[in-house]
């Protein structure tokens, strides 16, 4: 099934469920079953994110291997998690997609995941954010398809199947057939073009999915990658509006809707963005390959 007529970004700085639509800006109304709501985050600030703005070489350095969140990568985590938990968010999304990369899913743990505390067996991750339970929280689950741009950096390869279980319990990585990481190659960086095209499979394959709110941790150029493929899609497309780069830790809310329905593509006020407060958030966004 095509699925990828109407997207819609709210311009609201919080988080807006759709019981807060407002009748008079709506155009068009659907049927949920014709629906899913996404809420794309872009993982917390990396340590190669830090090193990245000294240039692209910087992001060539084995020490940067399956980088982890920095610091300031973990508060954006927790004030992120607080707004999605003031917002009520946690209790509508019905499943977390995660990148299988480890500052992706420091990120999923960190927003969504349950209450707890796990041993970090030597990374250097936030203890109270590390999340073990699965209680009042939605099923997080670990797919390939939403991995940055693979290939030659370091800091976009990543480490065993068998050591992201014993990091990350909660997390389901039944969906990964692979144990070790056979798609980065280290002499090859995989194109924007087919950046785009697993993009948009991902898409498609989320569609097939049963449920209708899910979140999605990813990463810079993935994201900004399908949402364009999205929007060009689209009758109209207000590229500008809708596709600036994502921050570290930055949500946006979007409604993908049956192509079959209709196709358009504007602004709406189904959903929101939240984003973190300047003084947290604020940092040098390098551009192209520096921002993954």
Same mark, same amino acid.
């Given at each position: 099934?095509?699925?990828?007529?109407?997207?819609?970004?709210?311009?609201?700085?919080?988080?807006?469920?759709?019981?807060?639509?407002?009748?008079?800006?709506?155009?068009?109304?659907?049927?949920?079953?014709?629906?899913?709501?996404?809420?794309?985050?872009?993982?917390?600030?990396?340590?190669?994110?830090?090193?990245?703005?000294?240039?692209?070489?910087?992001?060539?350095?084995?020490?940067?291997?399956?980088?982890?969140?920095?610091?300031?990568?973990?508060?954006?985590?927790?004030?992120? !998690?607080?707004?999605? %938990?003031?917002?009520?968010?946690?209790?509508? =999304?019905? $499943?977390?997609? @995660?990148?299988?990369? +480890?500052?992706?899913?420091?990120?999923?743990?960190?927003?969504?995941?349950?209450?707890?505390?796990?041993?970090?067996?030597?990374?250097?991750?936030?203890?109270?954010?590390?999340?073990?339970?699965?209680?009042?929280?939605?099923?997080?689950?670990?797919?390939?398809?939403?991995?940055?741009?693979?290939?030659?950096?370091?800091?976009?390869?990543?480490?065993?199947?068998?050591?992201?279980?014993?990091?990350?319990?909660?997390?389901?990585?039944?969906?990964?057939?692979?144990?070790?990481?056979?798609?980065?190659?280290?002499?090859?960086?995989?194109?924007?073009?087919?950046?785009?095209?697993?993009?948009?499979?991902?898409?498609?394959?989320?569609?097939? !999915?049963?449920?209708? %709110?899910?979140?999605?941790?990813?990463?810079? =150029?993935? $994201?900004?990658? @399908?949402?364009?493929? +999205?929007?060009?899609?689209?009758?109209?497309?207000?590229?500008?509006?809708?596709?600036?780069?994502?921050?570290?830790?930055?949500?946006?809310?979007?409604?993908?809707?049956?192509?079959?329905?209709?196709?358009?593509?504007?602004?709406?006020?189904?959903?929101?963005?939240?984003?973190?407060?300047?003084?947290?958030?604020?940092?040098?966004?390098?551009?192209?390959?520096?921002?993954?």
């Amino acid at each position: 099934m095509d699925a990828f007529a109407a997207l819609f970004r709210g311009k609201t700085s919080v988080v807006s469920p759709l019981s807060a639509l407002d009748a008079a800006t709506a155009k068009h109304l659907y049927s949920l079953q014709h629906c899913k709501i996404l809420h794309l985050v872009r993982h917390g600030q990396g340590v190669h994110n830090m090193e990245g703005n000294n240039g692209p070489e910087a992001l060539l350095s084995q020490e940067f291997f399956d980088a982890q969140l920095s610091p300031l990568g973990w508060q954006q985590v927790g004030n992120l !998690r607080k707004r999605v %938990e003031a917002s009520g968010l946690t209790q509508k =999304i019905d $499943l977390v997609i @995660t990148s299988p990369l +480890l500052r992706t899913l420091q990120t999923a743990v960190g927003v969504f995941g349950g209450d707890g505390e796990s041993q970090t067996d030597g990374i250097d991750a936030h203890p109270s954010l590390t999340a073990t339970a699965t209680v009042n929280c939605p099923p997080i689950v670990a797919v390939e398809l939403c991995r940055e741009r693979l290939g030659v950096h370091p800091c976009d390869k990543r480490r065993s199947i068998s050591e992201y279980h014993s990091l990350f319990p909660a997390i389901d990585f039944k969906l990964i057939e692979s144990e070790d990481d056979k798609l980065w190659k280290a002499d090859t960086r995989e194109p924007f073009e087919e950046v785009t095209a697993r993009g948009m499979e991902f898409m498609k394959w989320l569609w097939t !999915r049963q449920e209708k %709110e899910i979140a999605v941790v990813s990463h810079g =150029i993935f $994201l900004q990658q @399908t949402l364009n493929a +999205l929007l060009n899609d689209c009758q109209t497309s207000p590229n500008q509006e809708l596709c600036p780069r994502f921050t570290n830790c930055e949500i946006r809310s979007v409604v993908i809707v049956d192509k079959s329905i209709r196709c358009s593509c504007y602004p709406g006020t189904i959903s929101g963005e939240l984003r973190l407060p300047a003084d947290v958030a604020k940092e040098n966004i390098p551009r192209e390959e520096v921002s993954n």
